[in-house]
């Protein structure tokens, strides 16, 4: 896409408009992404209620966020992956596995910390 020469505000503006279609993309056509929201949905409210202060509360919601960003990351990859061809491709499956390990690698880090905040 060529540069399209918007500053400030307009910037602002399409960047956000571009961020919610992505959003609404992921939540259309992504499973984990949405079961992934129904639990932020359900834990957030918990990790008010069961942080102690504002610094644990944060870790305890970060960790569900951080959750959300690397499963939209991941989407990205796969989607790329998928736009370049179904046929399969020892890299291919490399950057998919990839991407899947830090998806796990970000449910992990929250049951880590949810466990070190809450025990």
């Known amino acids: 896409m060529a540069y399209s020469g ?3 505000l307009t910037r602002i503006i399409k960047a956000a408009g571009y961020s919610w279609k ?3 993309s992921t939540f259309r056509h992504e499973a984990a992404f949405r079961q992934e929201l129904l639990a932020m949905i359900v834990l957030v409210p918990l990790a008010l209620w069961l942080g102690d202060n504002g610094v644990e509360r944060a870790l305890l919601i ?4 951080l959750i959300l ?3 939209l990351l991941n989407s990205g990859i796969e989607a790329a ?3 370049i061809g ?3 491709h020892d890299l291919s499956a490399r ?3 990839m991407g899947s390990a830090a998806v796990l690698l970000s449910i992990l ?3 880590v910390v949810w466990l070190l905040v809450l025990i």
Do not use: C, T
């Open 6 to 8: 918007n500053r400030g």
């Open 22 to 24: 992505g959003l609404r």
């Open 62 to 65: 970060g960790s569900l966020f």
């Open 69 to 71: 960003i690397v499963e």
């Open 81 to 83: 992956i998928d736009r």
């Open 86 to 88: 179904r046929d399969y």
């Open 95 to 97: 950057a998919k596995d």
């Open 109 to 111: 880090h929250a049951v």
